[in-house]
């Protein structure tokens, strides 16, 4: 049983940083694809970065291009996703997800096999 577990959420002024980080519980093949995906009120679920754990490429959706960098640590048991200049529009659930054995990143929800709780991020002017 795989288990995701989120944490560095909370509240931030506008142009800050931020750095989430997600622990991996659990075996997870190499050939997984981990991705960050965010959840504003009142719309989809969606991508926003991903890294493939074996080869280590990433990917990042056009709109936070710059600002959101995906990383993970040797061991495969973390990934972070790193922030900076926060944007009121970046408000959202962050949720952690794994795509298992894959070798590319899809970033979407119906391809997610395991999800995280997810963690607040709230940015203010």
Do not use: H
Request: with cysteine; proline share 4%; net charge neutral.
């Amino acid at each position: 049983q795989v288990r995701l577990v989120e944490s560095g959420g909370g509240s931030v002024q506008a142009g800050g940083p931020l750095k989430l980080s997600c622990v991996v519980g659990g075996y997870i093949s190499p050939s997984t694809c981990m991705a960050w995906f965010r959840q504003a009120p009142g719309k989809e679920r969606e991508g926003v970065a991903a890294i493939w754990m074996r080869g280590g490429q990433r990917w990042t959706v056009p709109s936070v291009e710059g600002r959101f960098t995906i990383s993970q640590n040797s061991a495969l048991t973390e990934v972070y996703l790193d922030v900076v200049s926060l944007r009121p529009e970046d408000t959202a659930m962050y949720y952690c997800a794994a795509q298992v054995s894959v070798s590319t990143c899809t970033l979407k929800v119906a391809d997610v096999n395991y999800w995280g709780q997810g963690t607040q991020v709230t940015v203010s002017t």
